[in-house]
């Protein structure tokens, strides 16, 4: 018996509001296993060997920033933190487009998801993802919270994301600034876009809708990973990149409340998604166990992973992209939270992978330099992984995730210092890169040390012992930890050339001053005074 998929469930509302009333082929909230058939069918992804899809996301493996626009309108002209990254577009423009993929989707098969962002019930998005992609509609269904039926049955969207991957603009015509393009309108509660096949842009506008949304509710809005241990004890880990944050929340010992986005608020953590987005590239079954497993389960998404000849993935070819992932819903992690919500943190990481080798493994800091280091952001690019990069690079993105964050850093800042004060929470910066010298001298820090020192710390263990402080950044640095080398904890007694640690030191120094200037007008005195100290040469 073949089934009719227009009369799947589907929320009070159709699709009237966004001019597509007139469109038949509508697939309302298929399952996982509806949407494979439609991904299949219209050859959008192949099966791995294990029954996972693989998708090929084109010439996009990953996000477009410079092709991301919020439009610019009375009601949150003066709350934005307009620039590179929160740039403006006009209603006009956004008029111009949103009618040209009414006009382009109004007789497209459609696919419809409508799910929640926030498992805070009390401060959650009713979310509706619509696109011309079924293998969208999956993803969708993975990285969102899913509605139960009863729910589902009385979903009415507060913000829709409209996707037309396959329509691209004209930009002399559009007033874009390539083919591509990804537009939020707060007035009409619509993210719309085009040109782009790559999923994150669809989770990744809704979270950046949700990062203005929540501080304006005093709810502190969080790019991190979080988790928390068999008392209960939370923990959010704050991270670029590279930098740990999925591998070191994804502890087998620990319940995972989520990799990605969090919100704190006066109830504790909650997490705003239902699935996880695991960057894939060199994953190993030793290294780590459970994302890897996700891999081989159906329902799990791989995208633009590189597949032998028997359809097995190949996570260390990196000949498509770096930026290789995989979608899976969250209770995929054996250990995953049941509610996605946990209390407030008692320990808060800022993850950093120094490829410098000069801040320490690991230091405690003080609420001034939390606001300092969460403003800052840092991570260093090493050779390599971007074209034309062939000796470290320092990268600032503020608040861990500048790209996603409408608001001026400080906001998110002192929200975050003030529930720090409140709730007594401890700060530690963990450095992930490099000791024993620099990217191409010095080696990667130990996995297993960094678990280790992140456990002592999270345990309580390092309040009975003595710190030192780096006279350079000013950080709090513990003289021992049991189970790590005494001599792995202070980076100056790791390089053979101190002279060379000494001039590294302060040109990192220097790095952090210079990113931090476009900061000093907004901020306060204490988070000035947490910056690092450098020599003022004559």
């Not at 219209?42 to 060997?49: N, Q």
């Not at 506008?205 to 990973?225: D, E, R, T």
């Not at 790791?494 to 200037?517: G, I, P």
Request: proline residues 5%; charged residues 25%; negative net charge.
């Amino acid at each position: 018996m073949s089934v009719d998929y227009q009369k799947q469930p589907k929320s009070k509302t159709g699709l009237q509001y966004l001019g597509l009333e007139s469109n038949d082929n509508i697939f309302w909230n298929l399952s996982p296993a509806e949407l494979y058939e439609q991904v299949i069918k219209r050859e959008e992804a192949v099966l791995t060997k294990d029954h996972a899809l693989r998708v090929l996301t084109g010439k996009f493996t990953g996000r477009s920033p410079m092709d991301k626009f919020i439009v610019d309108q009375p009601s949150i002209h003066n709350e934005i933190d307009w620039g590179e990254i929160n740039q403006p577009i006009s209603e006009e423009v956004f008029d111009r487009l949103y009618k040209k993929a009414i006009t382009y989707l109004q007789d497209k098969d459609l696919f419809v998801k409508d799910l929640f962002c926030g498992a805070d019930e009390n401060n959650r998005l009713n979310v509706r993802v619509v696109s011309e992609a079924a293998y969208h509609a999956l993803f969708a269904h993975n990285m969102f919270i899913r509605p139960s039926a009863e729910e589902l049955a009385n979903h009415e969207p507060e913000f829709t994301v409209l996707a037309a991957p396959h329509l691209k603009a004209i930009p002399d015509e559009d007033g874009t600034r390539s083919s591509t393009f990804i537009l939020c309108n707060f007035d009409k509660k619509i993210i719309l876009i085009g040109g782009t096949l790559y999923s994150g842009e669809l989770k990744k506008g809704i979270f950046s809708v949700m990062n203005y949304l929540l501080p304006k509710k005093g709810v502190m809005a969080m790019h991190c990973s979080a988790n928390h241990d068999e008392n209960g004890k939370t923990a959010v880990f704050f991270g670029l990149s590279g930098t740990g944050k999925t591998t070191l929340s994804a502890d087998p010992d620990k319940v995972l409340i989520g990799d990605d986005e969090h919100g704190w608020s006066d109830d504790g953590v909650f997490n705003f998604e239902g699935g996880c987005y695991a960057k894939t590239i060199n994953l190993s079954k030793e290294n780590e166990p459970l994302i890897h497993a996700t891999t081989k389960m159906p329902g799990t998404i791989l995208e633009n992973v590189v597949l032998d000849e028997k359809r097995r993935p190949d996570f260390d070819d990196v000949s498509l992209t770096q930026n290789t992932r995989c979608s899976y819903p969250l209770d995929f992690i054996p250990n995953a939270s049941e509610t996605g919500r946990g209390d407030h943190p008692e320990n808060i990481i800022f993850l950093t992978a120094d490829a410098f080798g000069v801040l320490p493994p690991i230091s405690r800091l003080t609420p001034g330099q939390a606001m300092y280091h969460f403003i800052s952001g840092y991570t260093a690019k090493v050779a390599g992984t971007e074209r034309g990069v062939t000796e470290p690079q320092a990268t600032f993105s503020a608040c861990f995730g500048a790209p996603f964050m409408p608001l001026h850093p400080t906001v998110y800042a002192e929200l975050l210092a003030k529930k720090i004060r409140k709730h007594g929470s401890k700060v530690w910066l963990v450095n992930t890169g490099w000791t024993g010298g620099a990217y191409g001298t010095g080696h990667r820090m130990k996995l297993a040390h960094t678990r280790r020192m992140l456990s002592e710390a999270i345990a309580g263990n390092l309040d009975k012992e003595e710190f030192i402080k780096d006279p350079v950044f000013g950080l709090a640095i513990p003289k021992k930890i049991n189970g790590v080398p005494n001599e792995v904890l202070i980076p100056r007694n790791t390089w053979k050339d101190k002279a060379a640690y000494d001039a590294k030191a302060e040109e990192l120094a220097q790095m952090f001053v210079e990113n931090f200037s476009q900061f000093e007008e907004e901020a306060s005195e204490e988070i000035l005074s947490a910056a690092p100290k450098i020599t003022v040469s004559s």
